[in-house]
T-cell receptor, first 113, second 114 residues
Framework: DTEVTQTPKHLVMGMTNKKSLKCEQHMGHRAMYWYKQKAKKPPELMFVYSYEKLSINESVPSRFSPECPNSSLLNLHLHALQPEDSALYLC????????????FGDGTRLSIL | KQEVTQIPAALSVPEGENLVLNCSFTDSAIYNLQWFRQDPGKGLTSLLLIQSSQREQTSGRLNASLDKSSGRSTLYIAASQPGDSATYLCAVSGRDQGAQKLVFGQGTRLTINP
């Protein structure tokens, strides 16, 4: 079983909806990540939080809004998404800086109608 | 800009064979290299992480090597089993893009035939 838990596992939403993806880890990790993965492609980094502060934003459109309420939780708020945003959204965590392995959750499969 | 390439894109072998997956990267100024496996519709499972100062790491039937100067890593799987069927991804973190940003290869889709 993965130690990074993502909910929901599947999400279908219309382009005008507002929804949120959630990620939780209890490994004491201080860095958390959001990735987007399209079919048959590798993951692409979206955001990184270090010690609950946003440290990396890979020029992601503002319709994606990350939030880190505490060191164990990471949210991704979605609003006015486009069909091309349909993908597997993966959350990961690591102990801190980049010399530690990243541990991934099983992802949320997002479909935009 | 760091680029990571994995060859072959797909590999199919009979059960019991030893096999090697390849990963190459263009910028040798890396912090570490990580190998992952991904089952269909699932997240990534970390297999091995090699720091830039290390030459290899081993875990069970898996052995990963790193030759930083030539920009290459290999993942050796001994005595392959059908349960090893998955997509294998390598990723590097480097000084150019920052320690926390992983640059992934396109992956090798491995099928082990019973």
């Amino acid at each position: 079983d993965t130690e990074v838990t993502q909910t929901p596992k599947h999400l279908v939403m219309g382009m005008t909806n507002k929804k949120s993806l959630k990620c939780e880890q209890h490994m004491g990790h201080r860095a958390m990540y959001w990735y987007k993965q399209k079919a048959k492609k590798p993951p692409e980094l979206m955001f990184v939080y270090s010690y609950e502060k946003l440290s990396i934003n890979e020029s992601v459109p503002s319709r994606f809004s990350p939030e880190c309420p505490n060191s164990s939780l990471l949210n991704l708020h979605l609003h006015a998404l486009q069909p091309e945003d349909s993908a597997l959204y993966l959350c990961a965590s690591s102990q801190g800086e980049g010399d530690q392995p990243q541990h991934f959750g099983d992802g949320t499969r997002l479909s935009i109608l | 800009k760091q680029e990571v390439t994995q060859i072959p894109a797909a590999l199919s072998v009979p059960e019991g064979e030893n096999l090697v997956l390849n990963c190459s990267f263009t910028d040798s100024a890396i912090y570490n290299l990580q190998w992952f496996r991904q089952d269909p519709g699932k997240g990534l499972t970390s297999l091995l992480l090699i720091q830039s100062s290390q030459r290899e790491q081993t875990s069970g039937r898996l052995n990963a090597s790193l030759d930083k100067s030539s920009g290459r890593s290999t993942l050796y799987i001994a005595a392959s089993q059908p349960g090893d069927s998955a997509t294998y991804l390598c990723a590097v973190s480097g000084r150019d893009q920052g320690a926390q940003k992983l640059v992934f290869g396109q992956g090798t889709r491995l099928t082990i035939n019973p």
